[in-house]
């Protein structure tokens, strides 16, 4: 029996190492499983040495322009080094607050965050448990598809989504597993004024998408002008 497998990606500057280090140090408190924590990446420079590395596969298509995530795809390779059996995907800016233990024995084949707004099934790629190698064929309709997926599709997730919910291998967690921090811990104004962001009991993991990222939430700095927050301590005692 070849243990769980916890996977994240970190390429170019968007994220430095300690990003990395902070996840595999929470992923080591909340998993009980026996596991490997393997990064791919373009930069090991920094990592922990618990952390096992490789390279991010070569893309086997030209992707210039905005980058939208696309290389998550290649997480659906039919061989993806040495991996083998279940594997957890997830963005460096999650926090994890609770066990992730049932996140492995929950049934379903593909599961996902269902998105927070979208209608159509699309889901949230932070956080996307696959079986290496089973679903190949997301990664070769890509290959074969990309000129018209680049136009009708405005990131990997929903391309992931799509081509995996006609094929009925889609689910989603549970409503309360994973929770996003602009939508469910922020306050709107005024109340954002006088009262910090909330911590949901229920929430296993927190999704930080797009602006603030935790270190922004954590010193109240909510990445947009438009946008004010006040400091969020707590993020402290899961991210560190």
Partial sequence: ??????????????????????????????????????????????????????????????????????????????????????????????????????????????????????????????VYRFEIGRHADVLQEFVRTWPEVKNQYRNEQEFISAVLLRKQALGYWPDNWCLSFKRHCMYHFPLSLFKTPRCPDSAKIIVFHGHPNPDEATAGNAGKWYRFMRPTPWISKYWQ
């Fill in 1 to 126: 029996m070849y243990p769980v497998n916890v996977l994240c990606m970190k390429w170019g500057v968007k994220f430095h190492a300690d990003y990395v280090n902070k996840l595999y140090r929470a992923v080591t408190r909340h998993l009980s499983l026996p596991h490997r924590f393997v990064c791919l990446t373009d930069n090991s420079e920094g990592l922990d040495p618990g952390i096992e590395t490789f390279p991010i596969p070569d893309m086997p298509v030209d992707i210039t322009g905005p980058e939208r995530g696309w290389k998550k795809i290649l997480t659906f390779r039919e061989e993806l080094y040495d991996l083998r059996g279940p594997c957890l995907f997830l963005d460096l800016d999650v926090l994890i607050r609770d066990t992730i233990d049932k996140f492995f024995s929950i049934d379903g084949d593909v599961l996902i965050i269902k998105d927070w707004l979208k209608q159509d099934g699309t889901g949230n790629s932070s």
